[in-house]
């Protein structure tokens, strides 16, 4: 705990603690082990992914690397990915540009639940909604000018707390700041594909 | 000890304000010791800063023990050359024993103390105060060498004046006082500005008719300990607030900025072939930066309304928030748009010649609040060393006095003279 949690704590012995589900005194330690031994903290993260048919696959993930040796999910996790019937495909899944709508969702909630219960914020809400635009002349090759991705993302959240209006938008604005799909999808990543034939 | 070598008690390396202030601090207690200083006193003011530069602090604030400010515009903020002038007054006030002209090349342990060799012979000495500033190198990002040798590149130490730059657009990059600073006075020079903003601290000059850093030290916000931060390492990286020093007393941020023309960008983020990329969090970046400025005024209104001052300073008015175009620049081509860029990214202090096993694996100075890891070493003027005021001008002498304390106690003990009350540092 900090100091300024404990002196608050010592202050309003009766002021409830909030309680979002999320352990921050695991999380607190682990910062401090990490800072202490930083290999532990390189992690690789992984899926595996099977083409179904059409434009539909199937990924799976299971396990990744991360304090110094292998781990495993609790299960397996499969996600389908197709498009939609207006492209003439089967629909069985998400679009692929939908999942990373759905990681960034994921992973600013996460942190807004682990701000908020550091900060002793009482979520009982939070709800985002993802919009993404996307020129298709891009991904469709009919203009070289206009990007394949999104040209933006726009995110909101309704958030309903114990809290002002000015700590909700820090959670939020505190949750962009650590949050590694916020940052995977505003900075420029180094991607190496490869292939091999069985 | 070389034949050559002289012997004392303390060597103090550099000559600025912390230096001079600890000099005094040793002299009043008869404390043998030189001040080695590679240019003369006050050198960094004297060569290393670009030529409109004025403090960030108003004149009223600049003080070192024994010293206050005495001229007639304490409202006004000194030029490097006053800044100069006022540690040079100093130094002979306090009668330092500097030792001009002397450049540090190596500094090893040698029995039980130090060894200091210059490019004029050597010292032997019981303690050591590295007191040669904190902005010693500019702190460049690692994608800083992918810039193409197209691009012309300073740095805020080696940038002058804008009449050096070449034609053609700038980018700058960091938008701390420096960073704000540069850009409007580039922009103003007729060059289009192109400024990469990253996690950056929002202030006015003026709040409810009176300097923010006259809220910030009677606040007690200067005077916070490190020991009392949450995250002392961030509160330590924290860029300066955006400020500058003017006669009109204006507020300096990126709405200012913008209305001259220079075009805000996110965070530089990446240097692909040609292509200079920015960051899409430029937004968010914006949003955490006047949350912050407000919970700092909000801070400073309930401490005002506690001391009864409500109706001594003027009313509550806050700046409109930080506006954003509506689609931000992702990137840019250097060598076309951009034909300079000025990185305004930082400085770190730089003790490549001290050979003494001080430092942890990123490089950085292992210390305790200015006590370093070895005994007789010490460190002064680094940012939030022992109190948020501390690379002030005026924070050297909080920060001089805890240190010479622990100091005379090392002396002391070296000496093998445990004085009763001696000041014992906690």
Not at chain 1, 22 to 27: F, H, I, Q, R, Y
Not at chain 2, 41 to 52: G, I, K, L, P, Q
């Amino acid at each position: 705990m900090t100091n300024q949690a404990q002196a608050q704590a010592q202050a309003e012995p009766q002021a409830p603690r909030a309680d979002n589900g999320v352990n921050v005194d695991a999380l607190l330690t682990a910062r401090a082990a990490l800072t202490e031994a930083p290999e532990g903290a390189r992690f690789k993260w992984r899926a595996t992914s099977q083409w179904v048919n059409g434009t539909q696959s199937r990924a799976t993930v299971d396990g990744f690397f991360g304090l110094g040796a292998e781990q495993c999910h609790r299960r397996t996790f499969e996600f389908d990915t197709d498009h939609p019937e207006i492209f003439a495909a089967t629909d069985n899944g998400a679009t692929p540009v939908e999942y990373v709508l759905v990681g960034l969702a994921g992973c600013l909630s996460a942190g807004i639940a682990s701000v908020a219960q550091y900060r002793n914020i009482q979520l009982r809400s939070v709800r985002a909604t993802l919009e993404a635009g996307m020129d298709l002349q891009g991904v469709l090759g009919i203009d070289d000018n206009v990007r394949n991705g999104f040209d933006g993302i726009k995110v909101h959240y309704d958030i309903d707390a114990d809290a002002t209006p000015e700590q909700i938008a820090a959670l939020v604005a505190q949750s962009q700041k650590r949050s590694a799909v916020f940052d995977i999808v505003t900075n420029p990543t180094d991607v190496s594909v490869t292939s091999s034939k069985v | 000890m070389s034949p050559s070598g002289r012997a004392t008690d303390v060597v103090v390396i550099g000559g600025g304000h912390c230096g001079l202030a600890m000099s005094h601090a040793l002299s009043q207690r008869s404390v043998d010791h030189v001040v080695i200083e590679r240019g003369e006193v006050a050198n960094a003011w004297r060569t290393e800063r670009w030529d409109s530069l004025r403090l960030l602090t108003p004149n009223w604030m600049c003080r070192l023990p024994g010293q206050a400010y005495d001229g007639r515009d304490p409202d006004g903020y000194m030029s490097a050359a006053d800044v100069a002038g006022f540690i040079t007054r100093y130094a002979a006030r306090v009668r330092a024993p500097v030792a001009a002209r002397t450049t540090v090349l190596r500094v090893t342990t040698m029995d039980e103390g130090y060894r200091v060799q210059t490019d004029r012979g050597d010292w032997s000495c019981r303690a050591i105060v590295l007191a040669n500033g904190a902005c010693a190198r500019p702190a460049l990002p690692q994608l800083a060498a992918d810039v193409p040798a197209s691009v012309a590149q300073w740095t805020a130490k080696s940038y002058r004046r804008t009449a050096d730059l070449s034609p053609g657009g700038v980018l700058v990059v960091g938008a701390s006082a420096t960073g704000l600073q540069l850009a409007l006075e580039i922009q103003k020079s007729g060059r289009q500005v192109l400024l990469a903003t990253g996690e950056h601290v929002r202030m006015p000059r003026l709040y409810r008719g009176r300097d923010i850093q006259w809220w910030l030290l009677a606040s007690g916000v200067l005077d916070q300990r490190i020991e009392e931060m949450d995250d002392p390492m961030r509160a330590r990286r924290l860029p300066s607030p955006q400020l500058v020093g003017s006669t009109e007393r204006t507020t300096l941020d990126l709405n200012a900025v913008r209305q001259h023309g220079v075009e805000v960008c996110g965070r530089l983020s990446g240097i692909r072939g040609k292509r200079a990329l920015f960051s899409g969090s430029l937004r968010n970046v914006c949003a955490l930066a006047d949350l912050k400025m407000n919970r700092l005024l909000d801070g400073f209104d309930a401490w005002a309304r506690g001391q009864g001052m409500d109706r001594e300073v003027a009313d509550i008015r806050r700046d409109r928030a930080t506006e954003v175009a509506a689609s931000p620049r992702l990137g840019v081509d250097l060598g076309c748009d951009v034909r300079t860029i000025v990185w305004a990214t930082g400085y770190r202090p730089d003790y490549g010649w001290l050979d003494v096993p001080v430092f942890d694996r990123r490089g950085n100075l292992r210390h305790d609040r200015g006590v370093v890891d070895a005994p007789g070493l010490y460190v002064l003027g680094l940012p939030f060393l022992r109190k948020r005021k501390s690379s002030f001008i005026h924070g050297a002498e909080d920060d001089v006095s805890e240190i010479a304390a622990h100091l005379f106690g090392h002396l002391d003990r070296a000496a093998g003279l445990t004085r009763r009350g001696d000041p014992v540092l906690t």
